[in-house]
């Protein structure tokens, strides 16, 4: 089992106070990792540290806004001073805006583009001396159905989730030779404040899902507990640049 422990590693997780970002810290939670949540809501995060806490997991909240390079840096900075190294990086945090292609404003593709896509470079950039320092280290970015299907009503979301896929493969053979893994894992329908409400607003979309996915449900957020505690681990070491659908095979069904 020490192919999958983290005792001893300290991560990041961008967006770590809900949904997603909190299910993939409990898997590494689970495993020992000390979590540091990043976000820009410390009400909201209080629950989450009370999750991760019950779990027997060392915690923070750093308030940062990934849209700034400086709440990058500071983000960082906090999170060496206060557990003494950076070993994980998860890159959850986004936002989605739904709009035709012809009604998208230019404020709003370029404020999904900055925090999807530009935003988990900052924070790669910003962690890649703390990984240097601690030996190496561990990032997985966070893409979405939508980085290999087309949506009329995401294109600014679709067009992010796709850069970060490129994104991964770049800073996996980048930083390779210096033990950084860079890997990417495609969500698919999971039950969150985000899908919540586009189920409340789009008519039959829950059966157009339900009958293209082989599991028979949405997922869950702790459904990319697994695979965050695997990637974050060193039973990864040799995988790098992969990316990775968890989406009850959703992907794979005609």
Same mark, same amino acid.
């Given at each position: 089992?020490?192919?999958?422990?983290l005792s001893g590693?300290v991560?990041?997780?961008t *967006?770590?106070?809900?949904?997603?970002?909190? *299910?993939?810290a409990k898997?590494?939670a689970? =495993?020992? +990792?000390t #979590?540091?949540?990043? +976000?820009?809501d410390? $009400?909201? /995060?209080?629950?989450?540290?009370a999750? %991760?806490s019950?779990?027997?997991?060392?915690?923070a909240?750093? +308030?940062a806004?990934?849209?700034?390079?400086?709440? =990058?840096?500071?983000m960082? /900075?906090e999170?060496?001073a206060?557990?003494g190294?950076?070993?994980?990086l998860?890159?959850?945090?986004?936002?989605?805006?739904?709009?035709?292609?012809?009604d998208?404003?230019?404020?709003?593709?370029?404020?999904?583009?900055?925090?999807?896509?530009?935003?988990?470079?900052? =924070? =790669?950039?910003? @962690?890649?001396? $703390?990984? %240097?320092? /601690?030996?190496?280290?561990?990032?997985i970015?966070?893409?979405?159905?939508?980085s290999?299907?087309?949506?009329?009503?995401g $294109?600014a979301y679709?067009?992010?989730?796709?850069?970060?896929?490129?994104?991964t493969?770049?800073? @996996?053979?980048a930083w &390779?030779?210096?033990?950084?893994?860079?890997n @990417?894992v495609?969500?698919?329908?999971?039950?969150?404040? #985000?899908?919540r409400? &586009?189920?409340?607003t #789009?008519?039959g979309?829950?059966?157009?899902?339900? /009958?293209?996915?082989p599991?028979?449900?949405?997922?869950?957020?702790e459904?990319? &507990?697994?695979? @965050?505690?695997?990637?974050a681990?060193? $039973?990864?070491n040799?995988?790098?640049?992969?990316v990775?659908?968890?989406?009850? *095979?959703?992907?794979?069904?005609?």
């Amino acid at each position: 089992m020490d192919m999958f422990t983290l005792s001893g590693r300290v991560a990041i997780v961008t *967006g770590g106070n809900g949904g997603i970002g909190l *299910g993939m810290a409990k898997g590494m939670a689970r =495993c020992g +990792a000390t #979590i540091a949540i990043a +976000a820009r809501d410390p $009400a909201k /995060a209080a629950d989450a540290l009370a999750e %991760l806490s019950a779990l027997g997991a060392r915690t923070a909240f750093i +308030a940062a806004d990934i849209t700034r390079r400086e709440d =990058c840096l500071r983000m960082v /900075a906090e999170t060496e001073a206060m557990f003494g190294r950076l070993d994980i990086l998860v890159n959850n945090a986004g936002i989605l805006l739904r709009d035709l292609p012809q009604d998208l404003t230019d404020e709003a593709w370029t404020q999904v583009i900055e925090t999807n896509l530009s935003g988990a470079m900052r =924070c =790669c950039r910003a @962690a890649y001396p $703390a990984l %240097l320092r /601690a030996g190496g280290g561990k990032i997985i970015n966070l893409g979405s159905m939508m980085s290999i299907f087309g949506s009329p009503m995401g $294109a600014a979301y679709a067009s992010s989730k796709g850069g970060i896929v490129q994104l991964t493969r770049a800073l @996996a053979t980048a930083w &390779a030779k210096e033990n950084i893994q860079v890997n @990417a894992v495609l969500p698919g329908f999971i039950d969150s404040a #985000i899908t919540r409400t &586009a189920r409340e607003t #789009i008519p039959g979309l829950t059966e157009r899902i339900l /009958a293209r996915t082989p599991a028979g449900r949405w997922g869950d957020p702790e459904d990319l &507990a697994g695979i @965050a505690a695997f990637l974050a681990g060193p $039973a990864s070491n040799f995988i790098t640049g992969t990316v990775t659908a968890v989406d009850g *095979g959703y992907s794979v069904m005609m």
